[in-house]
């Protein structure tokens, strides 16, 4: 057996995992999100070794996405962290096997504590799940580990429940990009939604020229603005855009191009924004009309600035 189909069955192998949970839901699940969904405390996931690094992505998951959550170390919640774990707050345990020694001697003290219980598992027979209010299956019928010992394909089907968890929890809330973006500030994303065309426009030394402003001149201008192009305007409002394409075009077509002037080679009515148009939806206007500059102008629509795909990016 070669790599490729060594890598190949690990694909199948796990796929197969995945599809496979959609048969296990049972009526848990809804209860577990019906509970979330009313939880005035957060979403506290415990697991050990590689649950555990499963389970801390699941809490980032479910936190960037509107449900507050927070990773708690079943060792170091037995040596006092569990101090962080409120009456409200619902404990979710991961383990395939169910009888994680580091989870199990958990157990009676979150339940004395108040805490609703979720056992996200590959076992129904097992301890966790057997003290556990809920019971999301997370069984898989092999690993794709040769050896049958690597956590592989149960890691897979955890997080794809985990993701399960956090989309449905989106979906209820109606979670929308803008709240999204709250939560990723720092990302290009949250920038994107975050930001308006004001922000990132250019405003110095923009190529605008008259209607009547000869071809020369007004190449002369686009060539010192270096953006491209060349904004025509009328009472500092834009009535039309000469790019370089235009100007080609122009060359192309009029045997005397320097002895016209701008008027005659623009094209009317730019796309034009408002400033306060939000970033995103400026990358959608030039993404949709295939263009790489749309000029931006203020309340009365007089030209304020020009933003390029690039200042985007």
Same mark, same amino acid.
């Given at each position: 057996m070669n790599t490729l189909d060594i890598a190949q069955k690990v694909f199948r192998i796990e796929a197969n995992a995945v599809a496979r949970l959609s048969e296990l839901l049972?009526?848990?699940? #809804? +209860?577990?999100? !019906?509970? %979330?969904?009313? @939880?005035?405390?957060?979403?506290? %996931? @415990?697991?050990m070794g590689k649950s555990g690094l499963v389970g801390k992505k699941i809490s980032a998951t479910l936190a960037s996405t509107g449900t507050p959550? *927070? *990773?708690?170390?079943?060792? !170091?919640?037995f040596h006092g962290d569990l101090g962080m774990l409120k009456p409200e707050d619902i404990f979710i345990g991961l383990s395939n096997?169910?009888?994680?020694? !580091?989870?199990i001697r958990l157990i009676p003290s979150v339940r004395r504590n108040g805490n609703i219980i979720v056992a996200m598992a590959g076992n129904a027979?097992?301890?966790?799940? +057997?003290?556990?209010?809920? *019971?999301?299956?997370?069984?898989?019928?092999?690993?794709? @580990?040769?050896?049958?010992?690597?956590?592989?394909s149960s890691t897979t089907a955890t997080m794809a429940m985990g993701d399960a968890l956090a989309v449905t929890l989106m979906e209820m809330r109606k979670f929308q990009p803008e709240d999204f973006a709250l939560f990723h500030p720092g990302g290009s994303l949250g920038k994107k939604l975050l930001t308006k065309v004001k922000d990132k426009m250019q405003t110095q030394n923009l190529p605008i020229v008259a209607k009547n402003t000869?071809? +020369? #001149?007004? %190449? *002369?201008k686009m060539t010192e603005g270096k953006l491209g192009l060349a904004v025509v305007t009328e009472n500092q409002r834009p009535i039309g855009i000469i790019t370089d394409g235009d100007l080609r075009r122009a060359w192309?077509?009029?045997?005397?191009?320097?002895?016209?002037?701008?008027?005659? %080679?623009m094209t009317k009515s730019p796309k034009t924004l408002q400033e306060s148009t939000m970033l995103i939806d400026a990358e959608q206007l030039l993404t949709d009309f295939k263009i790489t500059s749309v000029l931006v102008v203020n309340e009365t629509e007089q030209l304020t600035g020009i933003l390029q795909i690039y200042d985007i990016k």
């Amino acid at each position: 057996m070669n790599t490729l189909d060594i890598a190949q069955k690990v694909f199948r192998i796990e796929a197969n995992a995945v599809a496979r949970l959609s048969e296990l839901l049972t009526t848990d699940f #809804e +209860k577990v999100i !019906e509970d %979330i969904l009313t @939880c005035q405390g957060r979403v506290v %996931i @415990c697991g050990m070794g590689k649950s555990g690094l499963v389970g801390k992505k699941i809490s980032a998951t479910l936190a960037s996405t509107g449900t507050p959550s *927070f *990773f708690l170390h079943p060792a !170091e919640a037995f040596h006092g962290d569990l101090g962080m774990l409120k009456p409200e707050d619902i404990f979710i345990g991961l383990s395939n096997s169910g009888e994680t020694e !580091e989870i199990i001697r958990l157990i009676p003290s979150v339940r004395r504590n108040g805490n609703i219980i979720v056992a996200m598992a590959g076992n129904a027979n097992s301890v966790l799940v +057997k003290n556990a209010d809920y *019971f999301l299956n997370t069984n898989v019928l092999e690993e794709a @580990c040769p050896l049958r010992l690597a956590p592989t394909s149960s890691t897979t089907a955890t997080m794809a429940m985990g993701d399960a968890l956090a989309v449905t929890l989106m979906e209820m809330r109606k979670f929308q990009p803008e709240d999204f973006a709250l939560f990723h500030p720092g990302g290009s994303l949250g920038k994107k939604l975050l930001t308006k065309v004001k922000d990132k426009m250019q405003t110095q030394n923009l190529p605008i020229v008259a209607k009547n402003t000869p071809i +020369k #001149e007004m %190449i *002369f201008k686009m060539t010192e603005g270096k953006l491209g192009l060349a904004v025509v305007t009328e009472n500092q409002r834009p009535i039309g855009i000469i790019t370089d394409g235009d100007l080609r075009r122009a060359w192309a077509k009029h045997s005397n191009l320097l002895g016209l002037v701008a008027e005659k %080679i623009m094209t009317k009515s730019p796309k034009t924004l408002q400033e306060s148009t939000m970033l995103i939806d400026a990358e959608q206007l030039l993404t949709d009309f295939k263009i790489t500059s749309v000029l931006v102008v203020n309340e009365t629509e007089q030209l304020t600035g020009i933003l390029q795909i690039y200042d985007i990016k």
